[in-house]
């Protein structure tokens, strides 16, 4: 799918850089300078006006832009700083004094989220070793099953069907964080029947930081009253009521005063990925992670993770010897990637690298592991 590096104009790091970070940092689309000045502009020339004339609304207008990208109805999702918060706004809304106080979910569930959890007073918590045992977990004293889509480490796809509907079965809730694949594999949490999903703009969607998400399925997002709420998520706002008095759909889950510069700037990146449609940036994914494993193992390097295209998300991992050290060699090479604890390197192609990039990146890794292996200098 050759024709996708049209869009490679549009990301000026392209032109310096091999950018394989996808899974941690999306390349900035150029549009997102241009989103950013016309913010400044709004504030410099309109000021408080501004606030009526688009920035209040932002939260849920952006919100029906990730709607569309994840199979969401209009006005089912709102945005947040970051996926902690918006995690912990769902949390607010349970309490674990009675018997279903259970937390389910898997040991390679992101540290953030795991924290929050934990830090849950009441809560009893349950951790599995992968997708199967979070099934297996979840009883009638389960209430929340916070569970990943696309697991950090590996890139592995998890089985999200199998998890809803085990957690449906016994009246416990699904809370799907959906960061590490909205943007590069597709997702429809309608059609999955998940209660909530999270996910930000750091990643596959380009967006940058300040921008994350959360959906509430709509027949329970009227059934909740978060306490970790905040004048946004009134019904009259600007009536400056002394009590809270709940706004209907995603409204509901908001908190203070949003971060407008950050939604002003995520707007580009999703542009982007709309327009090339997410059903075409996963089959350009499965090419590219599909050539990396075929050149890693023709380099005599370990693959860690599924060899299962089905169950792949965009991202490689490579076992190297002292992967941060080959980590800061690449970066000084302007190959850029990144290493975690356990596993080693990762890459991350988004529609915009070239399979000669995916090459060239392997032979530069090929050369500074094997020189490591015979203990040689690089």
Known sequence: ??????????????????????????????????????????????????????????????????????????????????????????????????????????????????????????????????HEGVVEAIDERTLLVPVTHVLFRTGEIQDVDAIVARAHEVGALVVLDAYQSVGTVPLDVTALGVDFAVGGSVKWLCGGPGAAWLYVRPELAETLEPALT???????????????????????????????????????GYDVVEEVGVERIRARSVEQTALLVKLLDEAGLEVVGTRDPDRRGGTVVVRVPEPDAVNDELAARRILCDSRPEVGLRLGPHFYNSDDELR???????????????????
């Open 230 to 268: 905040g004048w946004q998520a009134h019904a009259r706002p600007f009536a400056f009521e002394p009590e809270q008095d709940y706004a209907a759909g995603a409204w509901r889950f908001l908190t203070g005063t949003p971060n407008v510069p950050a939604l002003y700037a995520a707007t580009a």
């Open 1 to 130: 799918m050759s024709e996708l590096l049209v869009y490679r104009d549009r990301f000026p790091i392209l032109a310096e850089t091999t950018y394989l970070v996808s899974h941690s940092l999306g390349a900035m689309p150029a549009a997102a300078e241009e989103r950013l000045l016309d913010y400044a502009r709004a504030w410099r020339t309109r000021g408080v006006r501004a606030w009526e004339e688009g920035w209040w609304e932002l939260p849920v207008t952006v919100g029906d832009q990730i709607a569309r990208l994840i199979g969401a109805p209009a006005g089912s999702v709102s945005m947040h700083q970051n996926v902690t918060l918006a995690e912990a706004v769902v949390l607010s809304c349970f309490g674990f004094e009675g018997e279903r106080r259970r937390v389910v979910y898997e040991e390679g569930n992101f540290p953030s989220v795991r924290y929050l959890y934990q830090a849950a007073r009441g809560a009893e918590i349950e951790v599995a070793a992968d």
């Open 360 to 378: 060239f990146a392997v032979e530069q890794i090929a050369e500074l592991a094997h020189s490591r292996i015979a203990g040689t200098p690089t």
